[in-house]
């Protein structure tokens, strides 16, 4: 049965019948690309693709469509990434797209799902990094360390680090009555203080909600401080 006819027998709008049609295509494009074993070939022969599917979707008009869609549009790009664990691309846009996601339609109604989300995206997002990011699975990094790493980070690598920057301190902010969270609360903030550095105006600047919410929401001995938070929160609308 064609595809297009099949969709034309629902009362859907034009433009979500034709949306429905393009990702049918393109499962159907990336079945076939994964049945010949060409995924790695593909995906560096098309470098371009994966960060427009990601741009595509956090420039979608329609928040419940993209509530929709972008579960499945993350799965397959994890489909992708099995066949090609190194890609910087993919693993940047999963980490783009979880913490995203997670931000955006889950941690409002589910903050315990959204904090494996935010974990899960700064994990892809680490694994960006490599040797640039700010914790090991192999030991525990002394604190000079992991400063150093921090400050390895440049320019080219400020989407990744933005983004799992963002999910690290949102967990962060969702478990600040765990030990565990607390411990790793200075390199979080360590890290949101080098994109500050490398571009303070990165993503319309919305790292400084993220400081801002973090040192308001933390008590006084554990370094929060309210009159900074303003001061944060200040810097978005100059």
Avoid at 219 to 238: I, N, S, V, W
Wanted: proline content about 5%; overall charge positive; aromatic content about 12%.
């Amino acid at each position: 049965m064609d595809i297009r006819k099949r969709d034309q027998t629902h009362s859907y709008p034009e433009f979500v019948t034709d949306f429905n049609y393009m990702v049918k295509l393109f499962s159907m494009f990336f079945l076939c690309i994964f049945l010949s074993g060409c995924v790695k070939l593909a995906l560096r022969s098309t470098p371009s693709f994966i960060p427009r599917l990601s741009q595509a979707f956090f420039e979608e008009c329609d928040p419940e469509l993209s509530k929709q869609s972008l579960p499945s549009s993350l799965k397959i790009m994890e489909g992708l990434l099995k066949n090609d664990p190194e890609n910087r691309q993919i693993l940047t846009a999963l980490c783009t797209g979880f913490a995203g996601y997670a931000m955006l339609f889950v941690e409002d109604q589910d903050p315990d799902r959204a904090s494996s989300l935010y974990l899960r995206a700064r994990n892809y997002g680490f694994n960006t990094l490599g040797k640039k990011a700010p914790v090991s699975n192999k030991s525990k990094l002394t604190k000079d360390v992991v400063q150093d790493r921090i400050n390895s980070i440049g320019k080219g690598d400020l989407e990744a680090l933005f983004w799992s920057t963002m999910a690290w301190n949102a967990w962060i902010n969702l478990n600040l009555d765990k030990p565990a969270a607390l411990g790793q609360l200075s390199a979080a903030q360590a890290c949101l203080k080098r994109v500050l550095e490398i571009n303070p105006e990165y993503y319309y600047g919305e790292h400084y909600i993220l400081i801002g919410s973090t040192l308001a929401a933390m008590p006084g001995p554990l370094g929060g401080d309210e009159q900074q938070a303003k001061g944060y929160l200040k810097r978005l609308y100059r």
